[in-house]
Nanobody, 126 residues
Framework: QVQLVESGGGLVQTGGSLRLSCAASGRTFSSGAMGWFRQAPGKEREFVAAITWSGGSTYYANSVKGRFTVSRDIAKNTVFLQMNSLKPEDTAAYYC???????????????????WGQGTQVTVSS
């Protein structure tokens, strides 16, 4: 059974940094992508960033481009989201997600992903 476990969330002041991790177990991911999404109270879940397992191509939402960096450790089946220059509007529950590979959905679409973590809360105080 595939499990995704996020960690690294917390409370940080505006301008601070956090590094989220997503450890995958139950399957070795060699194709497809890992994505990060977030959901703030009263808002829809939105795409944040993604990385392909093979090749390491990265994708970012415009709102985080230049501040967030997604990376992967293939040997550890783990994906990271380095978040710098955090803003109060980054406050949300952050979820990682994985697909099985071969999906026709855009990498930014939540529909692409087959597995989801439970989420980790990020709160940025002003």
């Amino acid at each position: 059974q595939v499990q995704l476990v996020e960690s690294g969330g917390g409370l940080v002041q505006t301008g601070g940094s956090l590094r989220l991790s997503c450890a995958a177990s139950g399957r070795t991911f060699s194709s497809g992508a890992m994505g990060w999404f977030r959901q703030a109270p009263g808002k829809e879940r939105e795409f944040v960033a993604a990385i392909t397992w093979s090749g390491g191509s990265t994708y970012y939402a415009n709102s985080v481009k230049g501040r967030f960096t997604v990376s992967r450790d293939i040997a550890k089946n783990t994906v990271f989201l380095q978040m710098n220059s955090l803003k109060p509007e980054d406050t949300a529950a952050y979820y990682c997600a994985a697909d099985r590979g071969g999906s026709a959905w855009w990498i930014q679409s939540a529909n692409r992903y087959n597995y989801w973590g439970q989420g980790t809360q990020v709160t940025v105080s002003s």
